[in-house]
């Protein structure tokens, strides 16, 4: 068990390094789908943000183990008859859903989760400053194979690390776009100036052919 708890610590600590060394919000995400199909020897990863309206969900990463499964980016995850999604959203807190197939949980989703064969799923908050902006679901092909709780705490652990480096990323891309919104007025204002100063360049020049 300590054997594993220090596995498990190298593997946060990995994770945390790489997500840090990027303010990419996008490639944050993929590597944290990819992350976590590795580290839990699922199926499938996928990362899903919540529209304004809070109806629905998009996914913006996902990453499988099978690199001949279609990527599922794009799909949308509408929360009505969706009881599963919508308590990790309303509660913050995970849930695992065995049978997903077939569960009442995931009644939306039926379709989705048989054409891709997932058997087993477990659906994280993903949370920044304490708002739930979106879900991590993870997956499994495997009938007898049923996600425990300490797979359960690991996965709340690094999601809960993903969310420093998505407030990161996020923070970036705002004081890019004030600078970028500041240096368009300063450039404004600057052929404003040179504009009223040509207009009265010609105007001097009147006067003084008058004169």
Known sequence: EVLQRNEELAEINRITSSLSSTLDLDAILQTTA????NILNARNCGIALINDDRTELTVVADHSASKDEPSAKGAVIPLADNPASTKVIETGEAVIIPQAQTNPATKSIHNLLKERNTHCLMILPQQVRGEVIGTVGIDTTDPDRTF??????????????????????????????ALAEREEAQDILAQRERYLAAQLDIQNRLLSTKG
């Open 148 to 177: 425990t709780h300490d797979e359960l705490q690991l996965a709340e652990t690094i999601v809960g690390q993903v969310a420093v480096a998505i407030e990161n990323a996020r923070l970036f891309e705002q004081t890019q776009t």
């Open 34 to 37: 990819k992350e976590m199909v």
